[in-house]
C-alpha cells in the first residue's frame, strides 16, 4: 500500500524568508503523481504544485518549487519570499498514474505560520 | 466558471441518525471523489463517482454510500452515525477519470455527531 508521510506537524518562518516543507512516500509503482495542497482556515483544499514520477526536472510554480528524489521517494516543498497569506495547513499527497482507481492518498500535514 | 460546491457547510447529528451531504460538481465535470478529513488529519478517500457509478471505494464501512445523478451532482449518505464520523467532509470533481485531471475540492461540510 502506497504511504505518505510529514513528519514536520508545525513550522514557522518570518515573513520574506525561505521554508521548506519534507515529504517522504512509499511506492511499488513506478508511474505516479505527487502533489502538494494547501487548506486555508477556509477549509479550501488548493492545489499549489503537481509533479510527474517521470519528470526529472522539478515543478516550479513561482514562489513554489520542489526537490523531488525518486530514488529517495522524498518530495519537499520550498516556499520562496513566504508571505502571509502562505499560512495554511499543506497536505504532500500521491496518486496513481493510468489507473482507474485515481483515489489521491494525503499526509497528515504540515501547519505553516508566517510570523511577521 | 462555476466551482465546486457542497450544503450544508455545517451539521450537527446525534448518534444513530442518518446523513445526506450534497456536492455540485464544477461545470463540464464528470467525476467526483469524496474524503473524509478527521480533526488534525489528511482526508481519506471515501469512494469515486464516474458517470453515475461507483469506481472506486476505500476502507471505509457499507453504512457510507453515495449516489451520483445525471447532472453529475453528488451525495454522501451515512446511516447509523457514530461518533467518529463526525469529521469535515470533502468532495472533489475532475473533468474525467484518470490521474491526469486535476481533481478540484469543495469548501466541505462539517458534521459533528454528538
Known amino acids: 500500500a502506497q504511504t505518505v508521510t510529514q513528519s514536520q506537524p508545525e513550522m514557522s518562518v518570518q515573513e520574506a524568508e525561505t521554508v521548506t516543507l519534507s515529504c517522504t512516500y512509499d511506492t511499488s509503482e513506478s508511474d505516479y503523481y505527487l502533489f502538494w495542497y494547501k487548506q486555508p482556515p477556509s477549509r479550501q483544499m488548493i492545489l499549489v504544485i503537481r509533479?510527474?514520477?517521470?519528470?526529472?526536472q522539478n515543478a516550479t510554480e513561482n514562489r513554489f518549487s520542489v526537490n523531488f528524489q525518486k530514488a529517495a521517494k522524498s518530495f519537499s516543498l520550498k516556499i520562496s519570499d513566504s508571505q502571509l497569506g502562505d499560512a495554511a495547513m499543506y497536505f504532500c499527497a500521491y496518486r496513481r498514474g493510468l489507473n482507474r482507481d485515481d483515489k489521491i492518498i494525503f499526509g497528515k500535514g504540515t501547519r505553516l505560520h508566517i510570523l511577521p | 466558471e462555476t466551482g465546486v460546491t457542497q450544503s450544508p457547510t455545517h451539521l450537527i447529528k446525534t448518534r444513530g441518525q442518518q446523513v445526506t451531504l450534497r456536492c455540485s460538481s464544477q461545470?463540464?465535470?464528470?467525476?467526483v471523489s469524496w474524503y473524509q478529513q478527521a480533526l488534525g488529519q489528511g482526508p481519506q478517500f471515501i469512494f469515486q463517482y464516474y458517470r453515475e457509478e461507483e469506481n472506486g471505494r476505500g476502507n471505509f464501512p457499507p453504512r457510507f454510500s453515495g449516489l451520483q445523478f445525471p447532472n453529475y451532482s453528488s451525495e454522501l449518505n451515512v446511516n447509523a452515525l457514530e461518533l467518529d464520523d463526525s469529521a469535515l467532509y470533502l468532495c472533489?470533481?475532475?473533468?474525467?477519470?484518470?490521474?491526469?485531471?486535476?481533481?478540484?475540492f469543495g469548501p466541505g461540510t462539517r458534521l459533528t455527531v454528538t
Open positions: 509533479q510527474e514520477a517521470y519528470k526529472q
Open positions: 472533489a470533481s475532475s473533468f474525467s477519470l484518470g490521474s491526469s485531471y486535476e481533481q478540484y
Open positions: 461545470s463540464g465535470h464528470n467525476t
